[in-house]
C-alpha cells in the first residue's frame, strides 16, 4: 500500500479524516482521529502514543507494579509507526477511515504476535486461525448501565432460544447492520446466530492466514459495540456476565499449513497429533493468556460447557482441545479454553507457541478424553487469575517463545487485577453477610 495508492483510495471513498488504533494489554482498543495532513506526515515520521497504554489497567488505574512505564518514567511518548496494510473505512462512519498503529514495545501485544508468527515462519510453516465469539446484547446504554448498577439489565431476547430464526427476525436490522457493514471493515462474517442464553449471539469469523487473523479477532469486539450503539443496545463480551447462565466463548480455530498443503489433513494421525499434545502440555501453564480476568475463572466450571482440564477430544466439545479432522481444507483443531475476554493477539500467540513446540519436539498426547468435565486422569487447569499467573511467571515456553520482558510484565498486570478484586465487595457478599453475621 503506497502513499499514491492511498490518496486514490482516500478520494474515492471520500475520507476526511483518519482514525488511528492500538491494542493494550487487555485487548481494549485505544485510539485518537487525525488530520489527514497530520496522518500524511505520520506515514514517515511516525505519530507519538502515550506509553501509559502499559502503564494502566482497563479502568485506567495505573499499575504499582508496572516496569515498562510508570512514574518512574515519566510516562513519555512512544513513537508508533502507522501500518499501511491494516487500512480500513468504516461503513458505519462515512469519511473515516481506519489504520492500526504498530507500537515498538516489548510488551505490546500486536508485536508479540508478529514475534510469534515471524518464528513459526521460519520453520517454513503458515498458520490459518479464526475466533468465533459469543457475546450478550442488552437494550441498555451506557448511563443505564450504571444508573442500574449492572443488575435488571433488559436483554436483546427472552428466554433460552439457541439457533433460533423467530429471536434473529425480531432483531433483524442489527443482525443485517452486523452482516453487512463488519465484512466491508475487513471482518468477513462466515455465521451468525442466536445461541442458548437471553441476548445471546454466537458470530464466526473467516479464517485466514497470519497477522491478519488476529486483527480480525481484535476489531470485530470493538466494531460490535460501534454498531451496536445505533441500535441502542450494548453487548458484552464478559466470560462470564452472569452466575445462572453460560459462559461466552472466544473459541480460536487453527491449522498448519507449509506452502499450499494443510499439515493437519491426515487428522490426529499426522502432525495434527503433535500440535495437540503441545497444546494439552503447555494449556496449565499459558492459561493466563487464555484466561486473561478475575471472571475468566467464573466460566471455567464444570457443566457450563467450559473445560476445566487440559484434555482433547475429536469433534468433542466437553473437551479443551477439539480436534475436526475434515477435508484437506476444513481439518483443523478448535481451542475451546479462550472465553470472549480474551485479547486475541496474546491468546493466538500462546496456542501457536504451544502447537508448534509439540510439533517440533513431536510430542505425543495422552488418550482422547470422552467427556471432559469427568476427566479425573486428567491435568486440571489453573482455577484462579492468581494461580494461573504464578503458572505464566514460571513458564520456560512462555519466555522462550514470548519474551521474557513480556512475561514479566503481563504477569505483573495480572497481580494487579487480583489486587483489585481482592479489595472488592461483591453484591454477592452483600446478599450474603449484610444482615446474617
Not at 52 to 67: E, P
Not at 98 to 109: G, I, K, M, N, R
Request: hydrophobic share 40%; aromatic share 12%.
Amino acid at each position: 500500500m503506497t502513499v499514491e495508492k492511498l490518496r486514490e483510495e482516500f478520494g474515492k471513498h471520500g475520507i476526511q479524516r483518519v482514525k488511528l488504533g492500538v491494542f493494550d494489554i487487555d485487548g481494549a482498543l485505544r485510539g485518537k482521529y487525525v488530520s489527514l495532513d497530520k496522518f500524511y506526515s505520520a506515514i514517515t515520521s511516525g505519530i507519538g502514543f502515550c506509553d501509559v497504554l502499559f502503564g494502566w489497567d482497563i479502568a485506567d488505574a495505573l499499575y504499582d507494579n508496572a516496569k515498562i512505564t510508570g512514574w518512574h518514567t515519566g510516562f513519555p511518548d512512544a513513537v508508533c509507526s502507522i501500518d499501511l496494510e491494516s487500512f480500513r473505512t468504516i461503513p458505519w462512519e462515512t469519511g473515516t477511515a481506519f489504520f492500526l498503529l504498530d507500537y515498538q514495545s516489548p510488551v505490546a501485544p500486536r508485536q508479540v504476535f508478529r514475534r510469534v508468527l515471524q518464528r513459526v515462519q521460519s520453520l517454513g510453516l503458515t498458520p490459518y486461525l479464526s475466533a468465533e465469539y459469543e457475546f450478550f446484547v442488552f437494550r441498555e446504554t451506557a448511563d443505564s448501565l450504571r444508573a442500574k448498577n449492572f443488575t435488571g439489565l433488559t436483554p436483546l431476547t427472552q428466554g433460552m432460544f439457541g439457533y433460533s430464526v423467530i429471536r434473529a427476525a425480531a432483531s433483524r436490522s442489527l443482525f443485517h447492520q452486523l452482516m453487512d457493514d463488519l465484512p466491508k471493515f475487513g471482518i468477513p462474517i462466515e455465521g451468525l446466530h442466536t445461541e442458548t442464553g437471553p441476548g445471546v449471539l454466537e458470530a464466526a469469523i473467516g479464517v485466514t492466514s497470519g497477522l491478519d487473523a488476529a486483527d480480525r479477532a481484535a476489531l470485530f469486539k470493538p466494531a460490535v459495540k460501534e454498531i451496536a450503539l445505533a441500535h441502542g443496545v450494548v453487548p458484552t463480551f464478559m466470560a462470564k456476565w452472569s452466575g445462572t447462565l453460560p459462559g461466552s466463548s472466544g473459541h480460536v480455530h487453527q491449522s498448519l499449513w507449509r506452502e499450499s498443503a494443510n499439515l493437519f489433513a491426515d487428522g490426529v494421525a499426522g502432525p495434527m497429533r503433535h500440535y495437540i499434545a503441545g497444546l494439552v502440555r503447555y494449556l496449565p501453564e499459558l492459561m493466563a493468556l487464555f484466561c486473561p480476568t478475575v471472571n475468566s475463572y467464573k466460566r471455567t466450571v464444570p457443566g457450563y460447557w467450559a473445560p476445566i482440564n487440559a484434555t482433547w477430544g475429536i469433534d468433542n466439545r466437553t473437551t479443551a482441545i477439539r480436534a475436526i479432522p475434515g477435508s484437506a481444507k476444513s481439518s483443523r483443531i478448535e481451542l475451546r479454553l479462550t472465553g470472549a475476554d480474551m485479547n486475541p493477539y496474546l491468546a493466538m500467540s500462546a496456542a501457536l507457541s504451544a502447537g508448534v513446540s509439540g510439533v517440533e519436539q513431536k510430542l505425543e498426547p495422552p488418550d482422547a478424553t470422552i467427556v471432559g468435565y469427568d476427566a479425573k486422569d486428567a491435568r486440571p487447569l489453573p482455577r484462579s487469575l492468581a494461580e494461573a499467573a504464578d503458572a505464566l511467571r514460571n513458564s520456560a515456553l512462555a519466555r522462550d517463545w514470548l519474551g521474557a520482558e513480556f512475561v514479566d510484565h503481563y504477569c505483573g498486570t495480572r497481580d494487579w487485577e487480583v489486587s483489585q478484586f481482592a479489595k472488592a465487595v461483591t453484591d454477592w457478599e452483600l446478599s450474603r453477610y449484610f444482615e446474617s453475621v
